[in-house]
């Protein structure tokens, strides 16, 4: 049974209890208690006893046709003072058995009704009721048909809903696998669902959207492929350029060696740029990812710190288990993440990995730290803070979406939240 039927299931059985209250309140409002109708058809018999026979006899003749219904009725005939009978019914009732009609009394399985309103039947036979007891009620049964009705009623209902609900929930169901597929960078899922199915239209304008997306995303792979592949020949003649100038015409000019080596700078920082760029290119397409088995701890020890560290600690569990993926990758993002603590760092950088039901990398500094309302975009390319120290410390934006891509790769994600130690916190959960 799926939520979605659970769900309509409690909405209709709702409705029809609030219906079922609200047609019992109106109709005991517009025609009188329900139940009390249904008591007096039961007890029609004794009423009719009362109304026909001995209400029929004479004056001098009432008392004795009440007394031989006592003795062959296996209800209980009382007289009782007007009083003692008003005192036992809810206001409601008085006027009625004040007028001289019968009123039922259904929990107790009796009615009143006074004697005679005008005092004929005896002597002061105008403040007396009878009271009938031992009726022959059972409104359990009328509750029972009421019972029996309303689950017909709501299972005539229910069923064509549970079936309807099943196909709609199937879409769905498809909807959000493809949803969380397309999510992981499964940028062929699409979702498959029957013509006939009401969710038909919005399948296909999300499948229609899905395409849109992959296709950008596509062209922006290729672009960024190409243009980085392009930029490596003019880097490459610009670098062959800069070695022929140096040894044939630099010779003892300080101001033209100064030039080149400037030169050359930029040009290195271009070339790393572009080799960044393909690196997370190809971290977009999963499939390029070596799948094997490795153990985490000596790959985690296997990362040094960045060189100008003041002071590095670790702290990795022998435990740590292994890990199926690219060890290569994994280790490119480990070490991302402490160049990027080196850069801002103060004094102190951690590194601590344990193994609970998943594997937690943590790596924290004592720098300036990260925002929290920019936490989720500095794994985006070439996202940089608008501050001092991130335009000092260099880099192109591109270290930290290589380390996020690289941990979603392997089953993880990343988070920042402020570290004990008073800069950011980077928490990698495999």
């Not at 022998?318 to 603590?341: F, T, V």
Request: hydrophobic share 45%.
């Amino acid at each position: 049974m799926n939520r979605l039927f659970r769900r309509f299931v409690l909405l209709v059985l709702l409705a029809m209890t609030l219906a079922s209250a609200v047609i019992y309140l109106t109709f005991r409002l517009l025609f009188g208690d329900p139940l009390e109708q249904i008591a007096r058809r039961q007890a029609a018999g004794q009423i009719f006893l009362l109304e026909q026979y001995i209400d029929q006899a004479p004056a001098d003749e009432w008392l004795p046709r009440l007394n031989r219904v006592r003795e062959v009725s296996e209800v209980t005939l009382e007289l009782q003072p007007l009083a003692t009978a008003l005192a036992a019914l809810p206001a409601r009732q008085h006027a009625a058995l004040l007028r001289g009609e019968v009123v039922m009394d259904v929990t107790d399985k009796a009615y009143y009704r006074r004697v005679d309103t005008r005092g004929v039947r005896y002597i002061g036979s105008d403040d007396d009721v009878i009271h009938a007891q031992h009726l022959p009620i059972d409104i359990g049964e009328a509750l029972n048909m009421e019972a029996i009705r309303f689950g017909l009623i709501a299972l005539f209902l229910l069923v064509p809903i549970g079936w309807w609900s099943r196909r709609h929930w199937r879409g769905l169901q498809s909807l959000s696998q493809m949803a969380d597929a397309f999510g992981r960078g499964n940028l062929t899922a699409r979702a498959t669902v029957e013509r006939s199915a009401s969710i038909a239209p919005l399948a296909g304008h999300i499948n229609d959207m899905a395409e849109r997306i992959a296709a950008l995303l596509e062209a922006r792979r290729h672009l960024l492929h190409s243009v980085s592949h392009e930029l490596r020949t003019p880097i490459a003649r610009l670098e062959f350029g800069m070695e022929l100038l140096r040894e044939r015409h630099a010779g003892d000019d300080e101001a033209l060696l100064r030039r080149l080596e400037a030169m050359e700078t930029d040009v290195g920082e271009l070339k790393a740029l572009v080799n960044e760029l393909l690196s997370l290119n190809q971290l977009d397409h999963a499939q390029a990812m070596q799948q094997q088995s490795f153990a985490v701890a000596p790959l985690l020890r296997a990362c040094m710190p960045p060189p100008g560290t003041q002071h590095f600690s670790a702290s990795i569990a022998d435990d740590l288990g292994e890990l199926h993926g690219d060890a290569r990758l994994l280790a490119r993002a480990i070490n991302n993440l402490l160049g990027n603590a080196a850069k801002y760092a103060q004094s102190r950088i951690t590194l601590t990995a344990t193994r609970g039901e998943q594997l937690r990398i943590v790596i924290e500094d004592d720098g300036p730290g990260i925002p929290p309302q920019a936490r989720a975009q500095v794994f985006e390319p070439f996202y940089r803070l608008s501050r001092d120290a991130d335009h000092a410390a260099g880099g192109y934006g591109l270290g930290l979406a290589i380390a996020a891509r690289a941990i979603q790769l392997h089953g993880g994600a990343i988070t920042i939240d402020e570290s004990p130690l008073g800069g950011a916190r980077f928490t990698a959960s495999i």
